[in-house]
């Protein structure tokens, strides 16, 4: 079969089928991924031609891929059960608190902010593993927790841990290749310097689209789990979180300037989380008015997962200073640091008997899976563990028991995961190597579909194969090795500068992250909340589309300038469509969430809180003023 159309669109059939299932149906992910790799399965043997031997090979690799998530997971999992037994979430909770008892500030300051520290010393989904269960230990819903930890999987992610989307992925894309070679003698340029150029690029479009990331964060934390659904709410805190956002991404260009693409998430971060944390503390751009959630008694069921750090009866009873409570995670951003910056530490953790290598699986030359134990986050955040037990003075029966949960609560994501990373590994490894019909890969194939139906405008879609490449693969890095050259053939096939479409691509494969599914698996694990990934998918797919709908406009800018043509035409329809969207909400008086209504009229336990407290002991919720501060919100 030679028909690029039917191709494409076979070759799409798996991510479709998953969708649907997902967004569309709410199947849960442990439900849906099985069916979406049968259904990748018959599409490799019946039209690409896999053999299969070749098949069976990449399942066994995505297995061996999706133990090393759960490996995170689980470290995740135990420090925040190591945390909550020694009582050093009570006290973090109460710090936040004391900065401010919003919950939109809250989650500025460690979403995005904190977020991207983790994301650029470790990256690979770790940022989420870190943000949800912290937030949930703060009092937010679970999903909720979740939806944070994810939307703020894209600004940072093109330079997460320590640049690997853009020295690896991008590097390994495009290394080699003769008409890359040949751009490179034009340009006066080896491929560390070309690299540079590219990843300023990509800071200056995730900088500009990411400024709104913040703000957007917490018009969904207000629109979705409100008592009022009121995205409003959300844009009353605009000062402050542009405010924070610029505080992290000009650094962040900065950084990217004049040091390269290695440390701009990581030190645009930490910036970023003193500058806002300092000022924070001495009530800058602070809202007059507090937000908070509906009261507990009156959530609905599918906001809350199986995990309730802040119920467990056995947590110290001593108090404990604010600086010994964030030990673990100070530990934890050191550790990583150090282990991905440090040469002969990073050497020594990723070469050698530190490394258990699978290769040529089952006899299929190129198919292979390293498993980095030491390297990995999941063994960090044990270490750290093993620190806090001395630290936190804790007791045989609180480790024991932090590790009996955490065991326990990581069987609930290893179905969905020990399906879609086999399903994301016959997807990438279905070209030629692996197949009869000499057909590119299924990734490459739908790439190719989508750029002769673009030609000219492809810049504007560009970004879309990127949020595709991140959401089968799960990563940012990942998308960039198999689409890089790709985006740089497609570019100058149409004339234009392909460093800019390539650092487009990098720009979508970090917003795909937000809807990756293993990503959101992997997250909702760390605080319980397992068969509600496509609920998850319908809320992050918004600034997913945000996100690559502008990188396409700008790119399209960039490339053609401004004038008449469709570059600004594109751009002015997409501003005039956030200013419109903006003033909608503002005009909005939003209405009673449907869902805390059916709860508040639930019988039995919906009236009582977990803590088994009556629901007319309501929580502050919606705007209020802030008690702690005088009427002019100082």
């Not at 290598?357 to 986050?377: N, R, W």
């Not at 234009?496 to 650092?503: F, S």
Request: aromatic letters at 8%; proline letters at 6%.
């Amino acid at each position: 079969m030679d028909n690029l159309a039917v191709l494409s669109l076979l070759a799409l059939l798996p991510i479709l089928v998953v969708g649907v299932l997902l967004a569309g149906l709410r199947w849960p992910a442990k439900r849906a991924m099985p069916v979406g790799f049968v259904v990748v399965v018959l599409v490799a043997l019946l039209v690409w031609g896999m053999s299969p031997t070749a098949i069976a090979a990449s399942a066994i690799q995505g297995l061996l891929v999706a133990l090393t998530l759960l490996y995170i997971v689980f470290g995740a999992l135990l420090l925040l059960e190591t945390l909550t037994k020694s009582g050093a979430m009570a006290t973090i909770r109460a710090g936040f608190t004391s900065i401010s008892p919003d919950r939109r500030v809250q989650a500025i300051i460690v979403g995005w902010l904190f977020g991207s520290f983790i994301e650029g010393a470790s990256g690979f989904g770790t940022p989420a593993a870190v943000v949800a269960p912290l937030m949930l230990a703060l009092g937010f819903p679970a999903m909720a927790a979740v939806m944070v930890g994810l939307i703020i999987q894209s600004t940072p992610v093109s330079f997460g841990a320590v640049g690997t989307p853009i020295l690896v992925g991008v590097n390994g894309g495009l290394s080699g290749a003769g008409p890359v070679e040949e751009r490179l003698s034009v340009l006066g340029l080896d491929m560390p310097a070309y690299l540079e150029v590219i990843g300023l690029r990509v800071s200056l479009l995730h900088a500009t689209i990411g400024t709104l990331i913040p703000l957007i964060l917490a018009c969904m934390l207000t629109g979705f789990f409100g008592e009022r659904k009121r995205f409003a709410d959300g844009l009353a805190i605009a000062p402050f979180a542009l405010f924070a956002a610029f505080s992290m991404t000009v650094p962040y260009v900065l950084v990217a300037w004049l040091l390269g693409p290695e440390f701009p998430s990581l030190l645009g971060g930490l910036i970023g989380l003193a500058i806002v944390m300092f000022a924070s503390s001495r009530g800058f751009l602070m809202p007059k008015k507090t937000w908070d959630f509906p009261a507990r008694a009156h959530w609905p069921r599918h906001w809350m997962g199986t995990i309730s750090p802040e119920d467990e009866a056995d947590v110290a009873e001593r108090r404990m200073s604010i600086w010994l409570a964030w030990t673990p995670y100070v530990v934890v951003a050191v550790l990583l640091v150090m282990t991905r910056t440090i040469d002969p530490i990073t050497t020594f953790l990723t070469s050698g008997w530190r490394v258990l290598a699978v290769t040529d699986i089952l006899g299929v030359t190129g198919v292979s899976q390293g498993l980095q134990y030491l390297y990995l986050p999941g063994f960090v955040f044990i270490a750290t563990c093993l620190v806090t037990y001395g630290l936190h003075w804790m007791n045989g029966r609180q480790i024991s028991s932090s590790w009996k949960v955490a065991s326990s609560q990581l069987a609930g994501a290893a179905v969905a995961l020990l399906f879609a990373l086999p399903l994301v590994r016959v997807f990438i490894n279905s070209g030629e190597q692996f197949n009869d019909s000499g057909l590119a890969s299924m990734p490459l194939t739908l790439a190719e579909g989508a750029a002769a139906l673009a030609g000219d405008a492809w810049p504007a879609f560009a970004p879309w194969i990127g949020a595709l490449g991140a959401f089968v693969a799960g990563s940012n890095t990942v998308s960039n090795l198999m689409f890089s050259l790709f985006q740089f053939s497609t570019a100058e096939q149409i004339g234009v500068v392909p460093e800019t479409v390539v650092a487009t691509q990098a720009v979508g494969g970090a917003a795909g992250n937000m809807i990756t599914v293993h990503n959101i698996v992997a997250a909702s694990a760390t605080v319980g909340l397992v068969g509600r990934e496509g609920d998850l998918i319908r809320k992050t797919i918004l600034p997913t589309i945000y996100y690559c709908l502008m990188a396409g406009g700008l790119s399209l800018v960039a490339i053609y300038g401004f004038g008449a043509n469709l570059s600004t035409l594109w751009l002015a329809l997409l501003l005039a469509a956030l200013v419109g969207l903006i003033l909608a909400m503002r005009r909005s008086s939003g209405k009673p969430n449907s869902e805390l209504a059916d709860v508040a009229a639930g019988p039995g336990s919906a009236g009582l809180t977990r803590g088994g407290a009556p629901a007319d002991g309501r929580e502050r919720t919606d705007m209020i003023p802030d008690p702690g501060k005088t009427p002019d919100g100082r």
